[in-house]
Each structure stands twice: as C-alpha cells, then as structure tokens.
C-alpha cells in the first residue's frame, strides 16, 4: 500500500506571497492532518480534516488554512508569507481521527521563505 | 494545550549497546502514547505504540514502558545499530474537542557510533 505523498517536496517563495501545498493520504484513510515543524517548535499541529470537513485547529494564524476533497486529498494554503512561516510542512493520515488511531507521516514540504 | 518534555536532546551510544529515550508529560488524561523516528529529510516514521490501559510494550527491538503514575514514558532500543540513528519523538494523543489531537516532545536526537 502507498504512503503519504506529499507536493512539492521542496518550494522557495517570498513574503507576501501564497502557497498551497498538496497531500494524498494513505488509501482507505480519511483523516488528514497537518503539522509545521520548525527547530525552535518543533512539531506542532495545525488541523485536521475527515469527510471535508474541519474538525480541529491549532493555534495559527487565519493565513494558514486547508481543505480536503472528497477523495480525502488535502490541500493546506498559507496566505501573506512570512519569513517565519520557513518550516517543513508535514501531513498525517489515519483512518478516522480517533484518538488511537494511528497517524502515518508522509515526507513533507520544505517550505522555505525570502 | 499539552507540554510533552524530553529529558536528554542527544543521546551518544556505541553500536550494539541498548538506548533509553525518556520523555515526561503531563496531561493524565491521554489514551495512547506514540514513538516516532525520524531521519533527515523523512517524515516521522512510527515505531511502536501503548495504550493508557497497559504499561509495557515490545516490538522488534523496541520496548516502550509508561508509568502513568509519574507520567513518564520511555523507548528502549536493543542492540542498537548505526541505522538507528534518528531524531526520535514522543507523542501523546488526547481529545481535544471530541477528536485526537497529537501533541509532540521536542525530540532526542539518537547517534550510533559504529
């Protein structure tokens, strides 16, 4: 079974531009999951999505927002960049979101910001 | 939100020595418990997992121990080769809002001398 894919792997912009970021979860999951980490936060989570919709946020910004498509590949979009918005993106797919269901990582987006 | 703290940030130990990764938390509440490894420029991959409800896990060369009474859990590594090699992180699971949110330690970066 394929793993988390995620696109593009790697990706430059400048501040004040958008980006929008893709993940293909594990077939047969349908929670996705988003998380930045940074080496001075670390992981930290930034929603969730299962059957489109939103079901949790973290503490970010409204510039970070996501959505997920009925195929349950989801998208995340940062809006006016910052340069502290340089992080590796990562998404997480499990099979309904519960609290012991596991969450598969996939590679990730090295985002960096100029 | 969740504290997770790790009490060592790097770890040194010699090829085929076991490894003890700890880590600390604080929230009574949460149901499962999660290690991850992860190399450079890879996703955090799982390792093994354990329930609230037991208190020692094994998997092919790794034990995990909770202690919920002094909130503490830890990985065990036997035999520890140079591919073990990795940042390795605890995670916690908890309801947030009805769903499970994963909260993350900071990480233990594990070296593996040969």
């Known amino acids: 079974k394929a793993g988390v894919t995620q696109t593009p792997r790697y990706l430059i912009k400048t501040r004040g531009q958008q980006v929008t970021l893709s993940c293909s979860p594990i077939s047969g999951h349908r929670s996705v999951s988003w998380y930045q980490q940074t080496p001075g936060q670390g992981l930290q989570f930034l929603f969730e999505y299962f059957s489109e919709t939103q079901r949790n946020k973290g503490n970010f910004p409204g510039r970070f927002s996501g959505r997920q498509f009925s195929n349950s590949r989801s998208e995340m979009n940062v809006s006016t960049l910052e340069l502290g918005d340089s992080a590796l993106y990562l998404c997480?797919?499990?099979?309904?979101?519960?609290?012991?269901?596991?969450?598969?990582f996939g590679p990730g987006t090295r985002l960096t910001v100029l | 939100g969740e504290s997770v703290g790790l009490h060592l940030p790097t770890l040194s130990v010699q090829e085929g020595d076991n490894s003890i990764i700890n880590c600390a938390y604080s929230?009574?509440?949460?149901?499962?418990f999660i290690w991850y490894k992860q190399e450079s420029g890879k996703g955090p991959q799982f390792i093994i997992d354990?329930?609230?409800?037991?208190d020692k896990r094994q998997g092919q060369r790794v034990t995990v121990l909770l202690n919920k009474t002094v909130k503490h859990l830890s990985l065990q590594i036997a035999a520890t080769q140079p591919g073990d090699s990795a940042v390795y992180f605890c995670?916690?699971?908890?309801?947030?809002?009805?769903?499970?949110?994963?909260?993350f330690g900071k990480g233990t970066m594990l070296l593996v001398s040969p």
């Open positions: 997480a797919s499990s099979l309904a979101g519960g609290t012991t269901d596991t969450q598969y």
């Open positions: 995670a916690l699971a908890w309801d947030r809002s009805g769903y499970s949110t994963l909260t």
């Open positions: 354990i329930r609230s409800n037991m």
């Open positions: 929230n009574s509440a949460s149901d499962y």
